[in-house]
Every structure is written in C-alpha cells, then in structure tokens.
C-alpha cells in the first residue's frame, strides 16, 4: 500500500512525500482511514511504529477545514513528558507545513504569558502534559468545550507517572461528542478501564513490536566478571570501544547508575552525555538535540528517559546490564536496526544478572552470541587495580606493625567504606532495580537519594553478612568486607555508657597500637 491509496488531502501527501516516506506502517495503514472516517481508536503500539503520523496525519486533514476561535481548542492530544509533547509539535509543523493550523504546546519550563498568548489567539491543536494543561485550565484560560479530537498518547506510561486522575478530569471536562484516540505500548487493566469508560466503540489495532519483527539487529552478550562497576564500566568501555561506529545509547537501570556512567565514559574520552528525570527540562532538551544533530555520539539512559523518545538512526545499544524487566530489553534494542538498517545489541552481563538474563533469553526465545571484546582482560585487571583492593593495600600499609590476616579485619575508617558516586560498592551493583523503582524516583535533587541508597545497601550487606557464609575470594567475600566496617563501629557504639574514654579527644579514633600498648599495661 502507498499513501496516495489513504484518501489523505493533496497537501498532507506533498508533506509526506518531502519527509521520505512512501508506504505507511501497519499502524498507520489501519488507524488513518479509522481516524478519517470519525472512529475512536485504540491503537497497541509503541514508539517506532510510525504512531504519531497515524493520527498526526488524519488530525491535520480533519483540521483543514474550519477555523479556530480565541481559548478554545479544536484538538488536544496529551503526552506524559515535555520531550514527547516536543517531538509531536515537530511532526505537526513538518507535515502541516503546507496548512495554516495554529499550535499551541502547553509543558512546563515556558512561560505562562506566552503561552496564554497563542491560546488567545486561537488553537488547532493543542498538545500539552496533563499537569500543566489543568494549571491553564484552573486560571480561567482555557475552554475545553471546542475540543473535537483528543489523543491520549502512551497512555501506559501516563499510568507509570500517576497522571490517570488527571486525563480522568480532563475528559470529563471535554463535549461528548468528541473523538478520542487512545495509544498505549501496554493494555494494562486501568488502561482498558479508562479505555472503556472514556471511548465509544473504537477500532482496536494492535501491531507487533519492532524489535520482534526487525531481523536487522544481531545481538551478543558480554559476561563481565565481577559486579562491581568499576569492573563493570572497564568492560562497557572495551566494547564501546571496540564497536561503536556511529551513535548508541547506553542503556542503565538507575538514574544514578546513568549519571555515573556518562561521567566515567566521558572522563575517558568518549563524547557522552545522561539523559534522566532528575536533570533539569533545558539540560534534557540540548542533550537530546545535540543527539539528534550527531553532535553527540553516546547518550547514556534509563529506561524511562528513553522510552518514546524519537532518536533515529543508532548504530549501536549498549545494555550496562540487563533491564529488571524483560520488555524493556525488547524496547532497548528496538533502539537500532530500525527501517531496514542493520544494528547491534551488546548486553553486560554480570555474575548478579543472571536471573535477569535468563528471563530476557526466555523472553526473545533464542540464544545470543557471547563477544569479547579485544584488550577487555587488560581493562579488568587494570580496572582491578583501581578498585577497592588497593584500600585494603593502603591500610596494611600504614598498619604495618600488626601483619597478617587480622590486619585486613580491622575496621577501615567509615568514609572509606561508603560507597561515593565515583565508586560505588559490589552491594549496590546486587541492589535489584526494578522499573518502578526508576519511574517512582522523585525528581529531587541527587544527594537525599544517595543518602538512602546508601542505607539501602548497607542494609542489605548486613543481611547477607549473617545469613550466608561467603566463599574465600568471591565476589561476595568482598561484599561483606565492605559492610564489616559498619558493623564494628556498631559494636562500639554499643559498648555501656559512662565508660571512660581511654584516650581523651579521640572519642573512638583510638588507634590499634595505642590500644594495645594500654592493653598490655592492664594485663601487667
Ligand atoms: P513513532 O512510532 O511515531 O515514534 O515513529 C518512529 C519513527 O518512524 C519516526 O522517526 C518517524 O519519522 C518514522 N516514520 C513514521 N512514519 C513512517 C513511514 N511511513 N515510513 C518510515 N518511517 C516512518
């Protein structure tokens, strides 16, 4: 099927044929003619499929005709995040480049005034984030009761960032007799509720995912050694570093986990940069303009940053480690290998990922070739170097007198202990992300999360400190080795009270040799 068969107006045809696309996509073969015709949709498809041009393209037509009156908009289309909102608005200048459609995007990071101003003037199309659309709204700005057409765009993902009591409101503040599309990447049930409640009788198209229909993409596995991350991110950069030829995304499960990476990456040269929610909206807009423009070669990224995100064109995905939830590896790879082009997957996995590895096997229901980057061993045994073992090294150093086994057992000071953003420990690599972990994280500023992150681990040290005996050498030895100094602080904490420090001004600072030497005299 072509275009030109879709009974889209002349110009929207002109518009496309400019953009370089001939033949629509599945979702856009089925739901064009359905928006056109006047029929609610529902539409089970994510970013990639060509969506927005299904209903971008008929809402423009629809729109054509008529003409928009001061405050109240002909069509609203909602999305959860700003960038999303961004990214449609663009598509709508691009193929309503031949109309005189009037557009207003409602998100936060504007200024009130001048978008108060487009809404005097008159709007066609309305595209804005369910909070900020309600603070219009609540100042008396707005009149929803034009509304013709709604969209509700990844609507799934409007569930993830609690925004359903808000569509909820929006709807019912909308004429009845509207025509609402729904998409979502998911059906969960509160999305087939609000479906249900909200639509009447709509065409339901449903296309399959584009990861799982490319065959462009080869994907492989790296099995890292160890699960501290800096081990981990040695191993990421040999294979960055062997494999990158145009532009990748570096995918990551924590927000904070993305911050370190985009550091370590970049202080090593390469041209990096994180996308998150913590970072402020004009930081995220450039870095993903920058992408976009190939100014920028590696976007470092959560899965909530990136989903929906429109990023053509990657060469490669890099998976920091597999994602907790076996979709998202589907969504991460669907990354590249996009309309024909061919692209790679390269997963890290570490020994701490296997479950989440063999759920992503089961999920994509074939093998995955292993790959090993060339100079990765040097970069372990370096990376190795640099990692907590020299601590261990510098403390029997300046400890010299005592030698031995008992030496590495000393309490190290605590700082030493507590993971920074630098280097952070092996428990917090085992710490098990989840999706709504990273999609529940409030946007505060970074050091309160560190804080309790920080807790966390500990927490999680001690419990795995009592309930299992670690085998010499493993990776869990050096776990609890990292939690033992916590521990023995505790024990002198929990010493009785009104004991007589033994050394004035030194609280508990007292060290081991003083403390022995005293011994010694009691003993006498
Ligand atoms: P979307 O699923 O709307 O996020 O679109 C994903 C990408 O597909 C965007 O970069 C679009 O520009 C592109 N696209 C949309 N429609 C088509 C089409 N008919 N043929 C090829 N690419 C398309």
Redesign the pocket.
Known sequence: MT?DELSLDPRILSA?SA???????PI?EQGIPAVLGGRDVTGI??????????FVLPMIHKLGQGRAKARMPRSLILEPTRELAA?VAE?FEKYGANYKLNMALLIGGVSFGDQDKKLTAGVDVLIATPGRLMDHFERGKLLMTGVQMLVIDEADRMLDMGFIPDIERICTMLPKTRQTMLFSATMPPEITRLAKQFQKDPVRIEVSRPATAATTITQYFTHCPSNEDTIKRAVLRSIVKARLTDQAIVFCNRKREVDVVAKSLASHGFDAAPIHGDLPQSVRMATLDRFRNKDLKILVASDVAAR?L?I?EVSQVFNYAPPPNSDDYVHRIGRTG??GRTGESFTIVSPGDSRLWDAVLKRIGKDVEEYRPEGMDEAVSEARGRGPAPRRDRFDRGDRGRGGRRGNREPRPVEEATPTAEAPTASEAEEAPTEADAATETPTSDEPRKESGRRRSRGRDRKRGQSSAPKAGSETEQASEAAEPARSRRRDSDEPEGREPKFKGMGDHVPAFLLRSIERKQDA
């Open positions: 275009f496309v953009a370089g696309y001939t033949n629509p996509t856009q498809a994510q970013t990639g499929t060509g969506k927005t041009a299904a990214q598509q929906g429109d053509p996009r309309a």
